[in-house]
């Protein structure tokens, strides 16, 4: 047997790290800052232990930028570094001196725990140069050049400001718009506003105080109103807010806005930002979020996030996964606080939240069996019921096999005029008018206590039907008028009774093989099933005096109109029938 070592040839690794590191290049920034923070950071600390005086609000992480020359600048004030330093942390790499450092201070704060962070500078420029300085007494001015392979050179020189650390990229050609401000500016607020120390762009400071980590009980509802449009410049208020705040079983803190959903509202399926140690991370979570949860917006920080290197990693990472059920128990349970505290605000928040919980509910068992009792069905009166009381409602509509029906419309406009005569018979008519309810109400159904029927399907005429039949038409006139009625709409007529103020005739379809199509097809029109005509209607006794098929044409029409399927030409035409018919013309 031979044992060996491997060999690795570091001129060939380099650029492999460098351009593999990480996804974007913008990152370098965030890594720069994120070290001068560190620094910061380190220097508040040691000033504690070894009594030196540093006044707090002196210390700052300047970036400036020079187009003209090509560069940009990453100055810091912070605790700066000896030869040795340099050498053992910087000139390592995966090389860290976080480690040492927490354990030495007891100290949580820093972000920079795996000693690559530096190298990102090398996807953006051709040379970099390190001008540090240690808080350490006596210690050298040090200036660090590299070009990026594995020769540098070290050297004494003067840091005009003493203690500190100043990092000068050379950028590539390629990658020269780093030396625009305005680029700068954007990679700086984005990735590093909520940090605890002030960055300075171009002298003045983005730092912004993340509001998710102040206590709940302090704030208003103004101040996460405020917040909000802090994040979200120029978009509408949002319609609710939750604030996350647990340090157990994992921490975790956070500010959740729910939009307002209008059916014009373009949302945005990334607007849910990652945190760690105030540093922004992502807001690409993918998979990290229940779907349902993914058209959220707001901040979500949590200190149990691995700092991977890679930050694609994070979807694979076990304490992630588990962040997305953690929001989503949390969800529920504040909506359940303004329901039970505040029943008018919910309902009128559940126009907005409840697609969310809707989509959740058919999407995830385990959230279904908690969100249940926070949803609310909407009549067509507009009031709002929760299931348990909608269930009550529905006693009186029990079938003879058990189940109870649920009576819904989908387009109230179209169907308001039948879903009147159910609600004269006391029956609840809900609103199922948005793209999750076909599925939502198919989910209801699952447990097999609630039968939903659409007012103009089969099934829900026969709730308006008399039970006892007066038998208005003999038989023989009956056949005919089904018939001529077949003749003229192509459909399958049958009789019905209604009551004698019940409209000629009803367009109804078939519900189960209805909604399944709308499902398949995405809301295109499904054609009716059959035309019911009421038998107790004084107009076919008209017809059948007169013979005038204008009668059964009038009939059909009031079908239609009553469906919503009714076009314009039509209706002028019904309308001049209806003058003519009643006028004896
Ligand atoms: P990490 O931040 O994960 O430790 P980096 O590659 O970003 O890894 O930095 C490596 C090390 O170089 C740091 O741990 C720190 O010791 C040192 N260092 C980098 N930048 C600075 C700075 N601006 N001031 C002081 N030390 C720094
Ligand atoms: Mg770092």
């Known amino acids: ?145 590299s070009e990026g392979s594995e020769n540098y050179t070290l050297q004494e020189a003067e840091r005009p400001e003493g203690r500190g650390t100043t990092v000068t990229l050379y950028l590539n050609k390629e990658y020269e718009e780093y030396a625009q401000i305005w680029k700068v500016r954007q990679i700086a607020e984005k990735y590093a506003r909520f940090l605890p120390i002030p960055i300075l762009v171009e002298g003045s400071s983005i730092n912004q105080k993340p509001l998710w980590r102040e206590h709940p009980s302090t704030l208003q509802e103004a ?5 909000y449009r802090l994040l979200y410049p120029g978009e509408e208020e949002p319609a609710f807010s939750i604030h996350l705040n647990m340090d157990y079983p994992i921490s975790l803190q956070g500010i959740l806005y729910f939009p307002h959903l209008r059916p014009e509202a373009v949302l945005s399926p990334n607007a849910l930002s990652l945190y760690v140690k105030g540093m922004f991370i992502t807001d690409q979570l993918g998979e990290i979020l229940p779907e349902y949860l993914r058209l959220l917006y707001g901040v979500i920080e949590s200190a149990d996030v691995p700092l991977n290197v890679s930050r694609s990693q994070l979807q694979v990472d076990p304490t992630v996964r588990k962040i997305g059920q953690y929001i989503s128990r949390k969800v529920v349970e504040k909506l359940k606080e303004v329901l039970d505290k505040d029943r008018a605000r919910y309902e009128r928040l559940w126009e907005h939240v409840g697609p969310f919980v809707k989509y959740g509910i058919v999407r995830d068992e385990d959230f279904a069996k908690r969100a249940k009792e926070i949803c609310l069905v909407e009549t067509i009166d507009h009031k709002f019921l929760t299931l348990s009381e909608y269930e009550a409602n529905l006693s009186v509509s029990k079938s003879p096999k058990g189940y109870l029906v ?28 948005t793209v999750i309810d076909p599925y939502w109400l198919s989910y209801l159904e699952k447990e097999g206590k609630i039968r939903f029927v659409r007012v103009d399907s089969e099934e829900a005429s026969s709730w308006l039907g008399e039970t006892s039949s007066k038998g208005g038409l003999t038989l023989e006139e009956e056949k005919q008028i089904k018939e001529a009625l077949e003749r003229l709409t192509q459909l399958k007529v049958e009789r019905c009774e209604l009551s004698a103020r019940g409209p000629a005739a009803l367009i109804v379809r078939d519900e189960v093989g209805r ?46 109109l009553l469906s919503g399927e009714l076009q314009e030409g039509d209706l002028r035409k019904f309308l001049e029938r209806d003058w003519e018919l009643l006028s004896g013309a």
């Open 406 to 433: 649920g009576f819904y419309v989908n387009d109230l406009q179209k169907q308001g005029a039948l879903a009147a005569l159910f609600q004269a018979k006391n029956y609840t008519v809900i609103k199922a008018d």
């Open 1 to 145: 047997m031979r044992t060996g070592t491997l060999g690795v040839n570091l001129s060939g690794l380099l650029p492999i790290i460098r351009k593999n590191l990480y996804t974007h290049s913008d990152v370098f920034l965030r890594e720069l800052i994120a070290n001068g923070v560190d620094a910061c950071q380190k220097l508040l600390r040691v000033s504690q232990q070894d009594n030196l005086q540093v006044p707090p609000d002196s210390l700052k992480v300047e970036i400036i930028a020079y187009p003209a020359r090509r560069q940009i600048v990453i100055r810091d004030n912070g605790v700066g570094m000896t030869e040795e330093e340099i050498e053992n942390f910087l000139t390592v790499i995966a090389a860290s001196s976080a480690r040492e450092f927490t354990e030495k201070y007891k100290e949580t704060d820093i972000i920079g725990f795996f000693g690559m962070g530096f190298y990102s500078a090398f996807m953006v420029a051709d040379k970099v140069e390190v001008l540090t300085q240690s808080y350490k007494a006596g210690s050298p001015g040090l200036l660090w050049v």
């Open 223 to 227: 101040d996460y109103q405020k917040f």
């Open 515 to 560: 909604r399944y199509q709308e499902i398949l097809m995405k809301g295109e029109k499904v054609p009716p099933s059959r035309l019911l005509f009421n038998s107790q209607h004084p107009l076919y006794k008209r017809y059948l005096l007169t013979q005038d098929k204008r009668w059964l044409e009038h009939a059909w029409d009031w079908a239609r």
